[in-house]
């Protein structure tokens, strides 16, 4: 076996839930999304077809109903609900393999309980990996930590497994570890991820423990994305975000410290904090950058992004390992003379580069694009960067250029507006995506253009109509470990670093002073000199 199998993927929601007390799947840590909810959107990310694996019909009809009532259509429409036919305590776990085996649509399945909470994508593409790349065709690929077996995640081969596995259950021996040990099955070691892997959530204090206790701000809005600068270091000096060079003040450039980044990142997460962006400056120039996303992964941080650049990005594979999830390059033209005028480096084909070996690792990515119109507002530049993104699977957004302190007399005259680019997209046939259709990861604030038959997506962002505010659901921690409530706040507040409680403890209480809105509109940049400052 070589090509990338196909996978089915069932989410085990069976068990008896003894020590939860109630239907653990059904169960809504952060008051918003039920586990089950969950496990659809973490990790349907590798499978063509999802199945959720309940015990009986009236689960079946709960599911149903909360399911239909939390997903999007598409996302809902991709689940079938299928009943695990034998209704007994004692093995439930190993009966939800063999129901798996039996009902699913592909060859390789595979079988994770709702209450692994750990488990991510990057960990079921290692499974996926092995099993596609074994010299011949194995039962099923499971983890080993130092001691141990773990029965999830694990991946099975359908043709070879189902049978054994009738087999042990009328022979009346259920446990799943035995059954992989029975089998003709790989076990990759877990190495670092083996705590993460081997989590379950089997009480309420653990389940809290994990996501923490969610943080909302007196306009009612979640606040769960962390954008976190890591330095004002940068090794670019773009023309939008410094006109005129460094100023005098601007020559030192603070930057985090790795006890701070530990104390802050898992302060956070008591929070409920789930999707992290680190940024910058220049996040890259970090020395403890990719320590960064190791840490917010083992920490449970679901989502990880990074905004940059591109020029220290190589090799992305350390990165994909580490847990990154996204990645936001900044690239304002394709062509190295109008790269050069914006950013002062002509180094466009290396950065571009790093844009299409993103999307080929499978993160999810994002082109930022600010145009200036002397420098690489042309047409010509635009509609390059527009055909380019249109055939990968990739999200190029246009950023209006927007007015901080260093680029007030600059910013008016330079900035394209979208409703500049807006005809040169439906000249190509690409219309308006409603927010609600987009895959969780690519909702944001940007309006996005589509066609059919086109992988790429175009976006654009107009900070100065503030349609994002009502949606609010980030602070900022800026690279001096100030808090910064909104994005043109006017001032950045010091967190307390003694510990993570510490931080969680300081946030809620600083958390009542969120504005509602921004008011960029009306020319008020708050306290942002730079965006070097604070990262966008
Ligand atoms: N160094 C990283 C990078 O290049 O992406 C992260 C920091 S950079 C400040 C973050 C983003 O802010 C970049 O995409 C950049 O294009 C954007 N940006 C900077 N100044 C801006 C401005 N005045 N208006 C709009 N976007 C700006």
């Known amino acids: ?53 309940v015990r009986d019909s009236a689960q079946e009809d709960l599911y149903k109903s909360t399911l239909s009532r ?42 994770i309980p709702v209450d692994q909470l750990g488990v991510r994508p990057l960990h079921l593409r290692k499974l996926v990996t092995a099993f596609a790349t074994a010299p011949s065709p194995l039962a099923a690929v499971s983890f080993r930590t130092a001691n141990d077996v773990l029965p999830f995640p694990s991946l099975w081969n359908r043709e070879v497994a189902e049978e054994r596995i009738a087999a042990l259950i009328d022979a009346s021996s259920f446990s799943v570890k035995a059954a992989l040990a029975e089998s003709r099955a790989l076990f990759l070691d877990a190495g670092e ?30 606040l769960h994305y962390l954008r976190f600068s890591l330095t004002e270091a940068c090794n670019l000096s773009c023309t939008y975000c410094l006109p005129d060079g460094f100023p005098e003040w601007y020559r030192h450039k603070a930057r985090l410290g790795q006890r701070e980044i530990d104390v802050l990142l898992r302060g956070f997460r008591q929070l409920g904090f789930r999707k992290l962006r680190l940024t910058g400056g220049e996040p890259t120039v970090h020395p403890k950058c990719l320590d960064a996303v190791k840490l917010a992964r083992r920490v449970g941080y679901e989502r990880i992004a990074m905004t940059t650049n591109g020029l220290l990005l190589p090799d992305l594979a350390p990165w994909v390992d580490a847990g990154l999830n996204q990645l936001n390059v900044s690239l304002d033209s394709l062509d190295p003379e109008k790269f050069h005028a914006v950013t002062g480096s002509r180094e466009a084909t290396k950065v571009r580069k790093v844009v299409e070996d993103a999307a080929r690792a499978g993160l999810t990515v994002k082109v930022n694009t600010v145009l200036l119109r002397t420098k690489n507002g042309d047409r010509e530049n635009i509609e390059q960067l527009i055909d380019w993104a249109l055939d990968l699977p990739i999200t190029l957004r246009f950023i209006e250029l927007m ?24 000249a190509r046939g690409l219309t308006q995506e409603s927010w609600d259709q987009r895959a969780p990861d690519l909702r944001g604030p940007s309006t996005d253009y589509s066609a059919a038959g086109r992988p790429g997506r175009i976006g654009l962002i107009n900070p100065m109509s503030c349609n994002f505010c ?67």
């Open 1 to 53: 076996m070589t090509s990338t199998p196909r996978i089915s993927l069932a989410v085990l929601c069976g068990g008896r839930s003894a020590r939860l007390g109630s239907d653990k799947g059904l169960h809504q840590p952060l008051g918003d999304e039920p586990l089950v909810a969950r496990a659809v959107r973490l990790w349907t990310e590798v499978a063509s077809d999802v199945m959720v694996v």
């Open 70 to 111: 939390v997903l999007t259509a598409p996302e809902f429409g991709r689940v079938r609900l299928i009943v695990d036919d034998v209704n007994s305590s004692t093995h439930a776990a190993l009966n939800g393999v063999r129901t798996a085996l039996r009902e699913a649509k592909e060859n390789a399945v595979l079988t």
């Open 193 to 222: 991820y083996a705590d993460e892997l081997a989590f379950n959530g089997n009480t309420a204090d653990e389940i809290k423990s994990y996501f923490g206790d969610p943080l909302f701000d007196p306009f009612d809005r979640r």
């Open 403 to 426: 007015e901080t302190k260093l680029n007030g007399t600059f910013a008016a005259p330079e900035r394209v507006l979208g409703t500049e680019i807006e005809p040169l997209l439906s």
């Open 470 to 536: 009502s949606k609010c659901n980030r602070l900022r921690v800026t690279a001096k470990a100030g808090l910064k409530l909104c994005l043109f706040g006017d001032n950045d507040l010091p967190l307390d670093l003694e510990s993570p409680e510490a931080v969680a403890l300081n946030v809620r209480r600083l958390i009542g002073r969120k504005p509602e809105r921004h008011h960029l509109e009306a020319g008020d940049v708050g306290n942002v000199s730079t965006f070097r400052t604070i990262g966008g």
